[in-house]
């Protein structure tokens, strides 16, 4: 959301609700940086004092479309800017216009400001070494039990087998595929990786 501040600059804002019990987390980028506000705490970073960017795609039970951005700062802390907000106990709401908005709009600043952060996106290379290998054996074993219902003629089994195996492809295929791990520029951001 555009807004001015009053004194002739412009102000973006996002806010979500990352739980049900406690306040909105709220971030607004003013001219002198990141204005945060999180459970009580509240801060400043300056753009050029973000020193890391990582946007990821992650989704959960009550959310299926959610996606994910942690900011560092030079000296420690980080922050966690979620696509999603808990509306009550049974629904989580996608922002997926605001949150695309904030995001491409954290980056412009950041580049006009001359940021040197490193901007990543997906997993981190081991972690997603990791969700390979794990696939991997599980798709050996798929392929097993696939192949000894086949010897046995168990054609129900089969039927199982390939029909959990396209569900399984069609649900962690498109995490796996969105979060590999890669860098980009502030004018190239991952379109996969924003609603």
């Known amino acids: 959301m555009q807004m001015s501040d009053g004194q002739g600059g412009s102000v973006t804002s996002y ?11 709220r971030f607004e980028l003013t001219d002198e940086g990141l204005s945060w506000h999180i459970a009580g ?13 990582r946007l990821s795609f992650r989704p959960v039970s009550m959310q299926q479309h959610r996606f994910r ?6 000296k420690g802390g980080r922050i966690a800017i979620l696509s999603t907000s808990w509306q009550t106990a049974a629904l989580m709401a996608p922002q997926d216009n605001g949150f695309r908005d ?7 600043r950041m580049a006009k400001a001359g940021s040197r952060a490193e901007l990543t996106a997906g997993l ?20 097993g039990l696939l192949i000894r219902a086949l010897l046995i003629g168990e054609f129900a089994g089969v039927l199982f087998i390939l029909g959990f195996a ?3 492809v069609w649900q962690v295929g498109g995490f ?5 791990p890669r860098s980009y520029s502030f004018d190239q951001l991952p379109r996969s990786l924003l609603p």
Request: proline share 0%; no cysteine.
């Open 15 to 25: 806010a979500y609700k990352a739980s049900l019990i406690g306040s909105a987390h």
């Open 41 to 53: 705490r509240s801060g400043l970073w300056r753009y050029d004092e973000i020193s890391a960017i």
């Open 69 to 74: 951005a942690d900011l560092s700062h030079a």
């Open 102 to 108: 904030f995001i491409v709009a954290l980056h412009a």
């Open 124 to 143: 981190g290379r081991k972690t997603y070494a990791a969700v390979l290998a794990f696939l991997a054996l599980l798709a050996l074993a798929m392929a």
């Open 166 to 168: 396209a569900l399984f």
């Open 176 to 180: 796996v595929r969105r979060n590999q």
